[in-house]
């Protein structure tokens, strides 16, 4: 399975961006998905994860301004993300795990301008 990130932009500082991740097959079976963000300088970061059963987790920065969630029909996987903030700038990543495989998309650059 492959993992095609898009939904990037530059966008003012409490504007709102919303993330696709599509993959080329089925993501019934992923254990778990997820998004990542690398700024310069930084490492990368869990952003958040969805598991298969649909539990969700977010870093304590973005919680109650990202959302992510999936559509099983759509092989997609979402970032709403709302209130975004300059510290949100970044090159986020998305990833899905399937038994021990591993799988990451392109990376698709956020940038929030001041």
């Known amino acids: 399975v492959q993992l095609q990130a898009s939904g990037g932009g530059l966008v003012q500082a409490g504007g709102s961006l919303r993330l696709s991740c599509t993959a080329s097959g089925s993501i019934n079976s992923m254990r778990s998905m997820a998004w990542y963000r690398q700024a310069p300088g930084k490492q990368r970061e869990l952003v958040a994860s969805i598991s298969a059963g649909g539990h969700v987790d977010y870093i304590a920065s973005v919680k109650g301004r990202f959302t992510i969630s999936k559509v099983y029909a759509k092989n997609t996987l979402y970032l709403q993300m709302n209130d975004l903030r300059p510290e949100d700038t970044a090159l986020y990543y998305c990833?899905?795990?399937?038994?021990?495989?591993?799988?990451w998309g392109q990376g698709t650059q956020v940038t929030v301008s001041s």
């Open positions: 990833n899905s795990v399937r038994g021990t495989v591993i799988t």
